[in-house]
């Protein structure tokens, strides 16, 4: 079946500007988390969903990310005023309850 | 805290030449282990979970093993295909909780 999938692959942005990525589950996955990478480092966790409900967003480095999953299913990462320091490869992941992660192949983001 | 840390960070083998990587934690409380493997531009994919010490999982060329403070991911006679980032990541409560990562072995294999 269909895995995570995550739009756009790249994103490039100026500093300042604002952007917007999408993750889209796999079916019926009631849980949805967010992570960042940085080049030579592992995924760090920034927020998690179960079911519509931000049920941890205690990885979100300040207030100006923000994530939001309306319906359940997708859910899209918001970054406002975007910093060169933001620059990094955002992964989404799903499971089911309990359940084994399974990751997206991540939008690089690049802030110039 | 709760911290993984993996070793060594690069290793360079020649095809057939079996070797392990490590993976040392320190947690209030395991609730999983997980192995991933990670292509260069795309995302981790799963390879293993282990819930106890003495637990161990095997997949092809590789051999996951764990105990109460840390996991090693065996390669038994490594081909080039192999070569990828390996992430290690634990899960401390239970339920749909985040993983806290490790930084990653960087393994080349060389034909």
């Known amino acids: 079946g269909a895995g995570v999938s995550q739009t756009p692959s790249n994103k490039v942005t100026e500093k300042g500007k604002y952007v917007e990525l999408r993750c889209d589950p796999i079916?019926?996955?009631?849980?949805l988390y967010w992570y960042r990478q940085s080049l030579g480092q592992g995924p760090e966790f920034l927020i998690y969903?179960?079911?519509?409900?931000?049920?941890?967003d205690s990885g979100l480095p300040n207030d100006r990310f923000f994530a939001v999953r309306p319906e359940g299913s997708v859910s899209t990462l918001k970054i406002q005023r975007t910093e060169r320091g933001d620059s990094a490869v955002y992964l989404c992941?799903?499971?089911?309850?309990?359940?084994?992660?399974?990751f997206g192949p991540g939008t690089r983001l690049t802030v110039l | 805290e709760d911290q993984v840390t993996q070793s060594p960070e690069a290793l360079r083998l020649q095809e057939g030449e079996s070797s392990s990587l490590n993976c040392s934690y320190t947690v209030s409380g395991l609730r999983g282990l997980f192995w991933y493997r990670q292509d260069p531009g795309k995302g981790p994919e799963f390879l293993f979970t282990l819930y106890s010490a003495g637990e161990e999982k095997e997949k092809e060329r590789l051999k996951a093993t764990l105990t109460k403070k840390e996991s090693f991911l065996h390669i038994t006679a490594p081909k080039p295909e192999d070569s990828a980032t390996y992430l290690c990541a634990v899960r401390t409560t239970s339920g749909n909780t985040p993983l806290v990562f490790g930084k990653g072995t960087r393994l080349s294999v060389i034909a």
């Open positions: 969903f179960q079911g519509t409900g931000a049920a941890d």
């Open positions: 992941a799903s499971s089911e309850p309990s359940g084994t992660q399974y």
């Open positions: 079916s019926g996955h009631t849980a």
